[in-house]
């Protein structure tokens, strides 16, 4: 089993920055996929950014060049640094880790970006 629990989320203004992060626990060791997915009042979850099997970023395009996705791996955190913020970024946001047997999701930390 895994555990997630994001945190970091909050009110923004457009063009400002927040981080969130997201604490792994329970059998980290088996996780080969984890990263962010949001989803917006009325709208499917989509995937925000992650790190793949092979440890590699990938990003919507939607959010490119503005976010950014680290992680700790001494502290089982992965994070994700978001600047530029714009009032279409507002979403729950997930934070989601892929095992071979099967997916876990945290319960979400709401951003909202004001214009």
């Known amino acids: 089993q895994v555990q997630l629990v994001e945190s970091g989320g909050g009110t923004v203004q457009a063009g400002g920055s927040l981080r969130l992060s997201c604490a792994a626990s329970g059998t980290t060791f088996n996780i080969n996929v984890i990263g962010w997915y949001r989803q917006a009042p009325g709208k499917q979850r989509e995937l925000v950014a992650q790190?793949?099997?092979?440890?590699?970023?990938n990003y919507a395009d939607s959010v490119k060049g503005r976010f950014t996705i680290s992680r700790d791996t001494a502290k089982n955190t992965v994070y994700l640094q978001m600047n530029s913020l714009k009032p279409e970024d507002t979403a729950v946001y997930y934070c989601?880790?892929?095992?071979?047997?099967?997916?876990?999701w945290g319960k979400g930390t709401l951003v909202t970006v004001s214009s």
């Open positions: 790190f793949d099997s092979g440890g590699r970023r």
């Open positions: 989601n880790a892929l095992t071979t047997i099967r997916d876990y």
